[in-house]
DNA sequence: GCAAGGTC
């Protein structure tokens, strides 16, 4: 009568089998360990996330060998096969699949959890065992208590969850495919000018790269207009306070020159009014992955792979819950008064801990979406910094901010008060506002959240209202200024507001949001340069060509539809196969319109290609047209929707043609070298960079030499800070120990003798 | 050669 889990990876796979008793390993092959718990007979197999996923049938292996549409309308064009890794995975599953006389569904709770358990794995056990009980063990964490009630609670298989996961792998197969080969095949002529050998298209990727190119749209074409501003600097007791004509902005110079020349010389304000407003504000929601991730990359200023990778660290050392959930809410038996306990000795938050127990407050607060799947992202132990369980600082950083949120749902609301003044000179009035924290409450624990407050002010001198008493207080006036501004476009996206418009928009899951922003980066459609996403030309030109006609298809609201008949499979309100037809209809509508108006787009190109402009490919070489100068090219041209090149590169200062190209590389995993080297491999130019912190070559320019300069992040005494370094100077200052061209502040320098010039 | 979704 034994029994077989199937897990969806090695440690939960642990966790299950030492949850349940004594254990002992048995490794079935090279790859494959199981879990053998002699005491109730249980063998848990750990996989390794999916074994099977959808390929091309032999016939459309090649991608010239059949018409890319019948990838829609050939039922036989893709297959579920086994993954480059599967192929041990699925003889462990047929050889405990016969022994065993149940076989328990252990993969994580959720869709694709439901799917690799029952969809990739369990058609292997009935192979070989056609009679075998099929179960499944619903886990929300790993934690002993939970997986030993489970296993005395376990539920009949969530089919219609395997099937919406198999529908949507379907779609995601047949969309893509068909879509990537047609599009690259009708851009090949262009694509092999710059060495380019195929443009992807998928569901979500390309719905991303449409929405970054629509923010692209708007700032290229962006015109600024001028503005101008009148503040008046005041004294108030000891501080300063910074008010603003309550006609700001001004969009008429004269009418501001007039108001400023008139008042410019007043020295005093008259006190005209004066109101506070104190607000309360709630502790924030638990944690899901969106949030966290958003959270980490704001904060850490590291990008979203790293953030997610971090989070799943800290999940296998068990130091955090499951990291992949969409759950804001906490289930009502989540045992929080275990997990605080712990943290009642803790050296920087047992304090607060102590006081959440003392006035009782160990209720979270609650957000909107109970997925049912995993919990909110928490900690599962109380660690002090130097804790010898993190692997690395960011583990630690991380697991700070993941802990001190956590303590922050619990704390009291914080309180601030609002002030605002109005003055008034000389007949022109003036707002000035300030807010001040009066009660920190949770941002005791979480300063992060936080927004910047101002130092309270000196008290003001009470303004009657009494028109009797005739005279008003006044404040002395420090300077009043005239300032010509101009209007700005919105900013480029980043890590964080790329997840939180994925999130919006409903593009990917939890757990691949991270992933697509780096296959648009891969396949050069778009670029970071510091904190900031670049739409490359190749982005430009893909979605430029298919914006007339595929709107349907690049709009995230094909997403969110494909998404919510998805969720009609999982609520047995639609059949998986019926979902998969209407969707593939939909899309071959789109397929044959694109077909329909390739002459179209194949012209458009044409013209790209004869109006002399440049068209950047990987490592954003100039590889067609004729090209510009770095600086003319920064100018933006959209002009029957030619894509202005959107970075300069460095150009290699030997060969002076080919780009030089960043270089981070681990050597033995311990050093880490950091350079940059020329694209071309027989030029072999390099130059060195510093060996601490991390490298980005930005599009500004070295004053002297015109090589870009670098941005190095670093940290020093627990402190993050940057600094900028022209590398060519730098390296020639190493040379010559002369310690040009570096610079700690400022990013256009001018650096000579160890002295920016610009200061 | 291709997607998106898992996991390492």
Redesign the pocket.
């Known amino acids: 009568m034994s029994t077989l889990i199937i897990s969806?990876?090695?440690?939960a796979a642990q966790a299950i089998a030492e949850a349940l008793g004594p254990t002992t390993k048995i490794q079935v092959n090279k790859l494959v360990k199981v879990y053998h718990v002699p005491s109730r007979d249980v063998y848990v197999l750990?996989l390794?996330?999916?074994?099977q996923?959808?390929?091309?049938t032999a016939a459309y292996?090649?991608?010239?060998a059949k018409d890319p549409r019948d990838i829609i309308t050939d039922p036989h064009a893709i297959a579920k096969i086994p993954?480059k890794?599967g192929g041990p995975y699925i003889s462990a599953l047929k050889k405990y699949g016969k022994l065993c006389t149940t076989c328990v569904v252990g993969t994580?709770a959720?869709?694709?959890g439901c799917n690799?358990g029952l969809m990739d794995a369990v058609p292997f056990v009935t192979a070989v065992n056609p009679k075998i009980r099929i179960m499944q063990i619903w886990l929300n964490d790993l934690q002993k208590s939970s997986i030993q009630k489970a296993y005395m609670n376990l539920i009949p298989p969530k089919w219609s969850w395997a099937y919406s996961g198999e529908a949507?792998?379907q779609i995601?197969?047949i969309?893509?495919?068909s879509a990537?080969?047609e599009v690259?095949l009708t851009l090949k002529p262009i694509l092999q000018g710059i060495n380019v050998?195929?443009t992807?298209?998928?569901?979500?990727?390309?719905s991303l790269l449409y929405l970054i190119y629509l923010r692209e749209d708007i700032i290229r074409n962006f015109k600024p207009s001028p503005f101008w501003t009148i503040s008046a600097k005041l004294k108030i007791g000891t501080s300063e306070l910074k008010v603003n004509h309550v006609k700001n902005n001004f969009t008429d110079k004269k009418i501001a020159e007039g108001i400023y020349s008139l008042i410019k010389n007043e020295k005093i304000a008259i006190l005209e009014a004066v109101q506070t407003k104190t607000r309360k504000i709630n502790p924030p929601v638990p944690l899901n992955t969106s949030k966290a991730l958003q959270l980490i990359t704001k904060n850490l200023k590291i990008n979203a792979k790293v953030a997610l990778k971090t989070l799943?660290d800290l999940y296998?050392n068990k130091l955090i819950t499951y990291p992949?959930t969409d759950s804001d809410v906490y289930s009502p038996t989540y045992d929080h008064k275990a997990v605080l306990q712990k943290f009642l000795t803790h050296s920087m938050f047992g304090q607060f801990t102590r006081d959440l127990f003392k006035n009782r407050r160990i209720i979270p607060t609650k957000g909107k979406h109970d997925t049912g799947d995993h919990s909110p992202i928490t900690p599962l132990e109380s660690l002090e910094p130097n804790a010898s369980k993190f692997g690395n600082k960011l583990q630690q950083q991380v697991y700070n901010l993941i802990a001190r949120y956590y303590l922050a749902l619990f704390g009291e609301p914080a309180e601030e008060s609002d002030t605002r003044i109005l003055v008034n000179i000389k007949n022109e009035k003036f707002m000035g506002q300030t807010k001040v924290l009066l009660k920190p409450g949770f941002y005791s624990i979480a300063p992060f959240l936080s927004p910047k407050y101002g130092a309270p002010l000196p008290s003001l001198p009470p303004v009657s209202s009494s028109p009797s008493t005739g005279s008003k207080p006044t404040l002395p006036v420090i300077k009043i200024d005239l300032e010509e501004k101009q209007t700005q476009p919105p900013p480029r996206y980043s890590d964080t507001s790329l997840l939180q418009l994925m999130e919006r928009k409903k593009l990917?899951?939890?757990?691949?949001r991270p992933?697509?922003i780096q296959?648009l980066i891969d396949r050069s459609y778009i670029q970071r340069q510091g904190r900031s996403v670049f739409l490359m030309d190749l982005g430009f030109l893909l979605i430029d060509s298919l914006v007339m006609i595929w709107k349907p298809f690049l709009d995230p609201v094909f997403t969110s539809n494909v998404e919510h008949q998805l969720d009609g499979i999982l609520n047995q309100k639609l059949q998986m196969p019926q979902v998969v037809d209407a969707i593939k209809k939909d899309f071959l509508r789109l397929f044959d319109l694109f077909r329909l108006e390739k002459p179209k787009i194949l012209q458009k190109m044409q013209a790209l290609q004869t109006t002399g402009n440049v068209i950047r490919g990987r490592n954003n070489q100039i590889l067609s047209g004729k090209t510009k100068s770095p600086r003319s090219s920064q100018t933006t041209n959209t002009k029957g929707g030619v894509p202005a090149p959107v970075l300069s590169s460095a150009k290699c200062p030997k060969c002076k043609t080919h780009p030089m190209k960043l270089v981070v590389s681990t050597h033995n995993k311990a050093k880490i070298y950091k350079f940059l080297v020329c694209n071309e491999p027989s030029c072999k130019t390099y130059l060195s960079l510093p060996k601490k912190g991390s490298p980005t070559l930005l599009k500004s320019t070295c004053s002297i030499c015109n090589f870009n300069i670098v941005k190095i992040s670093t940290s020093a005494h627990g402190k993050r800070f940057h600094y900028y370094i022209c590398p060519l100077c730098w390296n020639r200052g190493l040379k010559h120990q002369s310690g040009e061209g570096f610079c700690s502040k400022c990013k256009a320098f001018h650096i000579v003798k160890g002295k920016c010039m610009k200061k």
């Open positions: 969806e990876k090695n440690k750990p390794r996330g999916h074994i996923q959808y390929e091309n292996k090649k991608w010239t993954t890794f994580d959720d869709v694709e690799i949507r792998a995601d197969a969309i893509g495919f990537t080969r690259s050998k195929f992807s298209i998928g569901r979500v990727q390309t799943e296998l992949r990917g899951t939890k757990s691949t992933a697509i296959i």
